[in-house]
């Protein structure tokens, strides 16, 4: 079915065969899930995956409807596609604009003997709508996740570093039948709350303080985001306010978001109710985005996203607060649209303000 669907897409753009360099593109349409190492190159009536040797068994295992062709220093990729473009005839070839890079469109436009068309556009939502096994998988990916954090928060006092607690999660998500991170997790602590892309470093948790972590694992290729924000001893009234309001912000969005809405009316549901409450300059990013085989896959959730989000779209609600100095809050939830509105892949409950009251041992 996905081979059809990208197959109707190169038809409708008049391509007789599509190059396919996206890693996650590769990893969905073929189950290879050494993407970095390979191309797809697909026609109505074939399709091959070309890597090296080092992947022949691991491709034969992975992807035994396609043809392998094996790439090396003595026989190119550039040779390969040569050959593949002559023997099917082809005179559009589609590729992946977003994805190569311009050295390689040069390569590709002086020498191959058709033209070429970038699809990039086309296939923007190619993976956006889930099957019912995928959400099943993104399921797995949020609940490892959640337990792992649920595992480590004993951990949490003053005197511990940043780093110390995103190893201990990390290892948690490993122990739990995860792959990996979806992203490199961030701790941020105080005042480095306030920077929403923090990453955690050496920093020592101190009491007073807001914690919020975010973070996600990869389970069977797919990923996972989730935001939690805690507090350790009585953090600063301003901050306890914030909390409150980024988290009835997070519920307005997930309730009112409809099937069918576009991204920016969604966004607007959560940091309309923001500023109303009075912490509308203390706003940083846009409300979420669609997350699958990538961490950040389309639809997006934000000013400007004019893309309607439809029926089994799975995508994240994670508003936040960052007052410089201080510090910051957010709360991220992956949720599936339905055709009743949005569903929380994982029941998170009413998202209680925790105030550890915790020392160093």
């Known amino acids: 079915m996905r081979l059809k669907r990208l197959r109707h897409i190169m038809s409708e753009a008049g391509a007789e065969a599509i190059l396919v ?109 889930k099957s019912e096994e995928e959400i099943g998988i993104l399921a797995t990916a949020a609940g490892i996740a959640r337990e792992s954090f649920m595992a480590i928060k004993p951990l949490i006092r003053s005197g511990i570093t940043e780093n110390g607690l995103a190893a201990a999660l990390e290892y948690e998500f490993k122990k739990r039948g ?13 005042d480095r709350g306030a920077l929403p892309h923090y990453r955690a470093g050496d920093r020592r948790i101190k009491k007073g303080e807001f914690i919020t972590f975010d973070f996600g694992c990869r389970y069977r290729g797919y990923c996972s985001d989730q935001t939690d924000t805690v507090a350790l001893g009585c953090p600063p009234d301003k901050l306890i306010d914030a909390y409150f309001v980024v988290r009835e912000a997070q519920q307005v969005a997930i309730k009112g978001a409809k099937c069918g809405l576009t991204g920016d009316t969604i966004d607007a549901l959560a940091y309309d109710h923001i500023t109303k409450r009075g912490f509308g300059d203390f706003i940083s990013h846009s409300l979420g985005h669609g997350v699958g085989l990538a961490i950040h896959e389309p639809p997006f959730i934000g ?39 949005l569903r929380p892949i994982i029941d998170y409950g009413a998202r209680k303000l925790e105030i550890l009251q915790r020392g160093n041992d």
Request: aromatic share 10%; net charge negative; proline share 4%.
């Open 21 to 129: 360099s996206n890693p996650e593109n590769i990893l969905y349409l073929s189950g290879f899930s050494g993407g970095k190492d390979g191309q797809l190159f697909i026609t109505e009536d074939a399709q091959y995956i070309i890597s090296d040797g080092r992947y022949e068994a691991q491709t034969a295992e992975e992807c035994p409807d396609f043809k392998l062709i094996l790439c090396s220093y003595r026989y190119s990729l550039i040779e390969i596609l040569k050959e593949l473009v002559a023997r099917h005839g082809v005179k559009l070839l589609a590729f992946e604009g977003g994805t190569i890079s311009a050295d390689h469109w040069f390569k590709l436009d002086d020498f191959l003997p058709c033209s070429l068309v970038s699809l990039s556009d086309k296939l923007a939502l190619f993976r956006a709508e």
């Open 178 to 190: 995860a792959e990996g991170v979806s992203f490199d997790t961030i701790v941020a602590s105080g």
């Open 303 to 341: 000013p400007g996203s004019v893309v309607p989000v439809t029926e089994n779209m799975v995508v994240t609600i994670e508003p936040g607060i960052y007052i410089p100095g201080l510090g910051g809050v957010r709360l991220e939830n992956m949720c599936v649209m339905t055709k009743d509105g």
